[in-house]
T-cell receptor, first 112, second 116 residues
Framework: DAGVIQSPRHEVTEMGQEVTLRCKPI?????LFWYRQTMMRGLELLIY????????DSGMPEDRFSAKMPNASFSTLKIQPSEPRDSAVYFC??????????FGPGTRLTVT | GDSVTQMEGPVTLSEEAFLTINCTYT??????LFWYVQYPGEGLQLLLK?????DKGSNKGFEATYRKETTSFHLEKGSVQVSDSAVYFC???????????????FGAGTRLFVKA
């Protein structure tokens, strides 16, 4: 199995632009998670899905952030408009029922 | 609410030294406990886990025991190598509600440097 796939690996954009991060979970995993990692705040859970349905989005910082999972093999995290404080590494992870999470390599986002 | 507290780093050791990274937790239910490791430029990887009290998780020479009485899950390794240099995260997963949902809480991470 290829593991969790994220794209792009690096994204540099200007403040105010829309950013879309993509994730393909491991086949057969029912849960998908989006995290943000920064030096100041550590690893933060933004949102997670079960069977393509958002279960807990209490970690989404504000309305500029949105996430979708149109099918079992694809999810997006969108930031519109982006701000410099959104600069971070964004991780996608997937899991079956056993609570163990498998992380992707991350997308390093820089907003100038 | 649930929380995970782990020792602050960085921890710097010489090769072949003994490693302990402390982790304590608070939880309302009966959580599963995990240690994840993150190497530079990569995502987190599961290192070991324990699902109930007194379980010992082990992998690659690392081990941790689920201690319910002290709400702890300390990570240990008898002889570290340079290749063990990474950031280590303690985490818990606790089920909630009737929908099968669960909450995963990660500690702040402890950076380990191992010198040759």
């Amino acid at each position: 199995d290829a593991g969790v796939i994220q794209s792009p690996r690096h994204e540099v954009t200007e403040m105010g632009q829309e950013v879309t991060l993509r994730c393909k979970p491991i086949s057969g995993h029912d849960y998908l998670f989006w995290y943000r990692q920064t030096m100041m705040r550590g690893l933060e859970l933004l949102i997670y899905f079960n069977n393509n349905v958002p279960i807990d989005d209490s970690g989404m910082p504000e309305d500029r952030f949105s996430a979708k999972m149109p099918n079992a093999s694809f999810s997006t995290l969108k930031i519109q408009p982006s701000e410099p404080r959104d600069s971070a590494v964004y991780f996608c992870a997937s899991s079956s029922d056993s609570y163990e999470q498998y992380f992707g390599p991350g997308t390093r986002l820089t907003v100038t | 609410g649930d929380s995970v507290t782990q020792m602050e780093g960085p921890v710097t050791l010489s090769e072949e030294a003994f490693l302990t990274i402390n982790c304590t937790y608070t939880a309302t239910g009966y959580p599963s406990l995990f240690w994840y490791v993150q190497y530079p430029g990569e995502g987190l990887q599961l290192l070991l886990k324990a699902t109930k009290a007194d379980d010992k998780g082990s992998n690659k020479g690392f081990e941790a025991t689920y201690r319910k009485e002290t709400t702890s899950f300390h990570l240990e390794k008898g002889s570290v190598q340079v290749s063990d240099s990474a950031v280590y995260f303690c985490a818990l997963s606790d089920p909630y509600g009737d929908t099968g949902g669960f909450k995963t809480i990660f500690g702040a991470g402890t950076r380990l440097f191992v010198k040759a």
